[in-house]
């Protein structure tokens, strides 16, 4: 069955650090893939997403992912870390266009100054 | 602006109730889903409709109903049959490959 799995529950960056957030998947055949991120009590904002093409896409608030196939992984990464950036982050995976999404069950992000 | 209505934003609910949870988008998407959020649980897919009059079970279909009369509106109802409806419920909505937007949330709690 097509899964996706966040290796990381939490995190705890300092602000101004680099971040990687993990996202691995399981399926056959490459997926379409995203990135979401919740503020609590909000609704899911989409920071980025790949269909095809380039391996690293660009995303919003600086955010970037970057997708490999032989390691079937879509990570997330940001250069230098905001203290609003702390949130909960979900990867996603869909298996063709208008079909619903499979989600990760998330990785909390914590910002330390 | 085009977007995603939910309402209402908070919902409280005695036990052996239905409630109906809206939601609209005037986005003219085609495709509609409901997905459930627990803590530490992720996004747990409910129902989704791909066309008007046309709908299917998710992964955790059973207790809850939704219809889609209109393109613009995805009611989901929480029938007495679901046995924890205590949770975070999210609208989403799509059209071809522009990926999945989403409604701010309702959510629900059984007193």
Not at chain 2, 37 to 42: C, N, S
């Amino acid at each position: 069955a097509q899964s996706v799995t966040q290796p990381d529950i939490h995190i705890t960056v300092s602000e101004g650090a680099s971040l990687e957030l993990r996202c691995n998947y399981s399926y056959g055949a490459t997926p379409y893939l995203f990135w979401y991120v919740q503020s609590p009590g909000q609704g899911l904002q989409l920071l980025l997403k790949y269909f095809s093409g380039d391996t690293l896409v660009q995303g919003i608030k600086g955010f970037e992912a970057e997708f490999k196939r032989s390691q079937s992984s879509f990570n997330l990464r940001k250069p230098s870390v905001h203290w609003s950036d702390a949130a909960e982050y979900f990867c996603a995976v869909g298996f063709r266009s208008g079909t619903a999404l499979i989600f990760g069950k998330g990785t909390t992000l914590s910002v330390s100054s | 602006d085009g977007g995603i209505t939910q309402s209402p934003k908070y919902l409280f609910r005695k036990e052996g109730q239905n409630v109906t949870l809206s939601c609209e988008q005037n986005l003219n998407h085609d495709a509609m889903y409901w997905y459930r959020q627990d803590p530490g649980q992720g996004l747990r897919l409910i129902y989704y409709s791909q066309i008007v009059n046309d709908f299917q079970k998710g992964d955790i279909a059973e207790g809850y109903s939704v219809s889609r009369e209109k393109k613009e509106s995805f009611p989901l109802t929480v029938t007495s049959a679901q046995k924890n409806p205590t949770a975070f419920y999210l609208c989403a909505s799509s059209i071809e490959d522009r990926g999945i937007h989403f409604g701010p949330g309702t959510r629900l709690t059984v007193l």
